[in-house]
Nanobody, 116 residues
Framework: QEQLVESGGGLVQAGGSLRLSCAAS????????MAWYRQAPGKQRELVAG???????NYKDFVRGRFTITRDNAKNMVYLQMNSLKPEDTAVYYC??????????WGQGTQVTVSS
């Protein structure tokens, strides 16, 4: 069964930190590059950061230096450490493959709200 479960979101003040977690089913996780995405109200979902199966990472400019993506291959988990949060980081955060298809499964996401 293909499954993604995100957690760890919440309400935080600007400058604060959160750590998001994503539990993925083995069928989704094993050997695949994974990523975190986010969708703010009224906007399209956008890529935030990605990580290959071997741990190589890449980040969008708007989070580089503030966010860190990691994975635990033994536990089928992907994490996103978010530091120096800004109000514009407010969004629902999702994890999935780095390369998705129109019919790719998505989890429910986890809400991150950053107050100014």
């Amino acid at each position: 069964q293909e499954q993604l479960v995100e957690s760890g979101g919440g309400l935080v003040q600007a400058g604060g930190s959160l750590r998001l977690s994503c539990a993925a089913s083995p069928k989704i996780f094993s050997g695949n590059a994974m990523a975190w995405y986010r969708q703010a109200p009224g906007k399209q979902r956008e890529l935030v950061a990605g990580i290959t199966s071997r741990g190589q990472t890449n980040y969008k400019d708007f989070v580089r230096g503030r966010f860190t993506i990691t994975r635990d291959n033994a536990k089928n988990m992907v994490y996103l450490q978010m530091n120096s949060l800004k109000p514009e980081d407010t969004a629902v955060y999702y994890c999935n493959w780095l390369v998705t298809a129109p019919d790719s499964p998505w989890g429910q996401g986890t809400q991150v709200t950053v107050s100014s």
